[in-house]
């Protein structure tokens, strides 16, 4: 209809028919999420040692038409360490967490992302290695931090791209390698994403 007929319509037509096309998308994009999340949980079968930048590397790849487009600000520190996963599915999930990273940031800025090795802040997780992606972006409060990672739920504002399965499915992957995902706020503003995952013991 839109490609044969919106010419057609008037004008009120047309916003309808952009309306109809808009949540046709975004119900697709839902679909794939949600399959990709029941996918997740069945990862584990195809485990190997994974360079960390190599890792970092195909993610920054699939994202440069993004990264160009936003003319964002991609650091990647030296000493990314080497994990023990399913390689597909942990670059959807740190894919899922740098593309996140460029949505956000402070208005009228390029994005600045950081991509570092897990730096534990205790001893709690002596065996668990990982990464951290850092934005720049408007934070994110406190009693949000546990529930950005259930299906469908989001905070942010409605207009910002998304269909609020991405967290999910990175705390899904993360979970089926026996590690963990969650957030924590910058200290100078932004948010620093989490993922982990066995280490040598």
Do not use: H, Q, T
């Given at each position: 209809?839109?490609?044969r007929y919106s010419e057609q319509l008037d004008d009120k037509g047309q916003d309808f028919l952009r309306r109809v096309v808009d949540g046709m998308q975004?119900?697709?994009r839902?679909?794939?999420d949600i399959l990709m999340?029941?996918?997740?949980?069945r990862v584990g079968d195809a485990l190997d040692f994974v360079d960390g930048h190599e890792l970092v590397n195909d993610v920054i790849k699939q994202l440069d038409r993004r990264i160009a487009e936003t003319n964002a600000e991609i650091t990647v520190s030296d000493d990314l360490p080497n994990l023990f996963i399913d390689r597909r599915w942990v670059r959807q999930a740190v894919f899922n967490l740098v593309a996140n990273a460029l949505k956000f940031h402070a208005e009228g800025e390029a994005p600045q992302v950081e991509i570092a090795a897990y730096e534990?802040?205790?001893d709690s997780e002596p065996n668990q290695v990982g990464l951290e992606?850092?934005?720049r972006g408007p934070g994110i409060a406190a009693e949000h931090a546990e529930r950005i990672f259930e299906m469908f739920q989001r905070a942010v504002r409605r207009r910002v791209e998304g269909t609020g399965a991405g967290l999910a499915i990175v705390r899904?992957?993360?979970k089926r390698h026996g590690g963990h995902a969650w957030m924590r706020p910058r200290a100078d503003g932004g948010s620093t994403f989490i993922i982990t995952f066995p280490g040598d013991d």
């Open positions: 209809m839109s490609e975004r119900l697709d839902l679909l794939e999340l029941s996918r997740a949980k534990p802040a205790d992606i850092r934005d899904e992957v993360a």
